[in-house]
């Protein structure tokens, strides 16, 4: 599983209130990501990092932001909720060189 | 029109099985193509890379990329029911940024 943990795994919150999630990895890969499942779409990039403070916006990336303060760790953050961003949240990160990505286990995110 | 279309099915077959999986894609700049293996409530998992066109076997499973056609495949050879899960297929021009096909839902009936 490449040392990827996800927190929290579920939350529930209310349309406004702000929400971050955590992608920690153990084995200081470059590369992390941030992507949303949802049936229908598949899954779509967010947010990218490529090195610490590095970051760049993918596919969806409206009403979201990151940061990556630290190699280990990359935080995704819902500003302002709203229920469109009700979803299914995955941090991947990249193996340098490769195109190869492993996934966490993902964090199941309904917004009411 | 989506960067990559992939049938959702679903597919169910009888163990045993071949089963051919396949995506389609509109950007002939992709040349990183990739399957990846979700279970139910799970994170997807790497199956196969291919980088740029040919084929690729490892095990029961064999990957295909034709980018003439813009169309990749995998097989999955004496298919079993440990193989039921969703697969994805992504694609990627330089490595960094991906996109995912919907998936296909298959299930393998022993």
């Known amino acids: 599983d490449a040392g990827i943990t996800q927190s929290p795994r579920h939350k529930v919150t209310e349309t406004g209130t702000p929400v971050t999630l955590r992608c920690h990895q153990t084995e200081n890969h470059r590369y992390m990501y941030w992507y949303r499942q949802d049936p229908g779409h598949g899954l779509r990039l967010i947010h990218y990092s490529y090195g610490v403070k590095d970051t760049d916006k993918g596919e969806v990336s409206d009403g979201y932001s990151v940061s990556r303060s630290k190699t280990e760790d990359f935080l995704l953050t819902l500003e302002s909720a709203t229920s469109s961003q009700t979803s299914v949240y995955f941090c991947?990160?990249?193996?340098?060189?490769?195109?190869?990505?492993?996934f966490g286990p993902g964090t199941r995110l309904l917004v009411l | 029109q989506k960067e990559v279309e992939q049938d959702p099915g679903p597919l169910s077959v009888p163990e045993g099985a071949i089963v051919s999986l396949n995506c389609t894609y509109s950007n002939s700049a992709f040349q990183y193509f990739m399957w990846y293996r979700q279970y139910s409530r799970k994170g997807p998992e790497l199956l196969m890379y291919?980088?740029?066109?040919g084929n690729k076997e490892d095990g029961r499973f064999t990957a295909q990329v034709d980018k003439s056609s813009k169309y990749i495949s995998l097989f999955i050879r004496d298919s079993q029911p440990s193989d039921s899960a969703t697969y994805l297929c992504?694609?990627?021009?330089?490595?960094?940024?991906?996109?995912f096909g919907t998936g296909t839902s298959l299930t393998v009936i022993p």
């Open positions: 992504a694609m990627s021009v330089t490595g960094n940024q991906f996109y």
């Open positions: 991947a990160v990249g193996l340098a060189g490769t195109a190869t990505q492993y």
């Open positions: 291919t980088y740029s066109s």
